[in-house]
């Protein structure tokens, strides 16, 4: 029985294979990824709030002349008694009209023709409702003898008797109207009004046939001309008389200057009051005419003011943002007059100091 010889178990002539590498385990793979994605999601939002700091929208403090003012309504009016209506002395057709809009006529002089006939302008406060000739006496004879003077016709003494001075003074005036000189004075042959004031409606037009006492034009006194404000009773305790106002006709971009001249004592029936503004309305202007009123009820000259948008806070404290050396600041603030132009500062602030109006969007989206 042939033996079986048993291998070596180590045969110096064999080449040794290579030795084997050991596989990664795959928990380490998914411990370094973790470890990975950990890093970028705390290094990138660092890296991005470094990048995207932030840009203010400020505003420095600035001095102003600030004003509180009370919008309201307002009507063109005219003082009680300031408009005449000036009627025909006599019947037929208008051949001549010298009355305008807005014109103040002359004394003694012809402002309009009736069927030719020429009717004079006695200014007087008085009016001229009779004849006046030599021996006629009364108040309309002194009112007449103290418009001859003032319009440069010396009647002598002024009294209320007519007399031959009087008359050389109508000759006169008469004569230099180029009328029929008779040293009387027809109520059939004039017009009479107070000196000053002017049609403040359209005069009747030539052609046109009136019958005696038809009203032709109606005057007025352009100084009575004023606005009506119309004041809450919430408010009125606002306004004081002496007050700046500002007033704009309907219709109009001018801005008048005025001044609150009077304040009721009592209330209309609708719980209004009709404050009266003194305004330099231009004349003639119709009367009734819209007007918006602003009245000045406080001002402040030099004052700190701040947008009022910049203004926060609460439970009776104001507060705004400062940006001092690029960071956001909390300052407490006292407010004093309060206007749609700004806010009055008069504590916590200075002239120059940088208020928060926000963050610019369009900057951080660049960014």
Request: no cysteine.
């Amino acid at each position: 029985m042939t033996d079986t010889a048993s291998p070596a178990l180590f045969d110096p002539s064999t080449t040794a294979p290579p030795p084997r590498r050991r596989g990664i385990r795959p928990w380490i793979v998914v411990a370094i990824v973790v470890a990975i994605v950990a890093v970028l999601l705390v290094v990138r939002p660092m890296r991005v709030r470094t990048e995207v700091a932030p840009t203010y929208l400020t505003e420095p403090v600035r001095t102003a002349d600030l004003e509180d003012v009370l919008a309201v309504d307002g009507l063109v009016a005219l003082d009680e008694g300031a408009t005449r209506s000036v009627a025909a002395p006599q019947p037929g057709t208008i051949t001549e009209q010298g009355l305008a809009l807005g014109d103040t006529p002359d004394a003694f002089e012809v402002v309009i023709r009736i069927d030719g006939q020429p009717i004079l302008f006695v200014p007087t406060e008085t009016p001229l409702y009779r004849d006046l000739d030599v021996g006629a006496e009364g108040e309309d004879v002194e009112a007449l003898e103290r418009a001859l003077d003032t319009a440069g016709h010396d009647p002598g003494e002024v009294d209320e008797v007519y007399d031959e001075a009087t008359a050389d003074a109508v000759r006169e005036a008469q004569e230099d109207a180029d009328v029929e000189v008779t040293g009387a004075l027809l109520v059939s042959e004039l017009i009479s009004f107070p000196g000053g004031m002017e049609p403040s409606t359209s005069p009747l037009v030539v052609g046109t046939v009136v019958q005696a006492g038809q009203p032709i034009t109606t005057v007025a006194d352009p100084r009575a001309v004023h606005v009506v404000a119309r004041v809450e009773g919430d408010d009125i305790g606002a306004i004081s008389v002496g007050d700046a106002a500002t007033v704009t006709l309907e219709g109009d971009d001018v801005s008048l200057d005025g001044v609150v001249e009077e304040i009721p004592m009592s209330a209309e029936p609708d719980g209004s009051f009709h404050v009266v503004i003194d305004a330099a309305v231009p004349f003639p202007t119709r009367v009734g005419r819209p007007a918006d009123v602003e009245v000045v009820i406080a001002s402040r000259d030099d004052a700190l003011v701040v947008p009022l948008a910049a203004v926060g806070g609460g439970d009776g404290r104001a507060e705004v943002e400062v940006l001092v050396d690029g960071e956001p600041q909390t300052r407490n603030v006292e407010l004093g007059l309060v206007t749609t132009e700004g806010i009055e500062v008069i504590g916590g602030l200075v002239a120059g100091d940088q208020i928060i109006l926000g963050i610019d969007s369009d900057a951080a989206g660049e960014q």
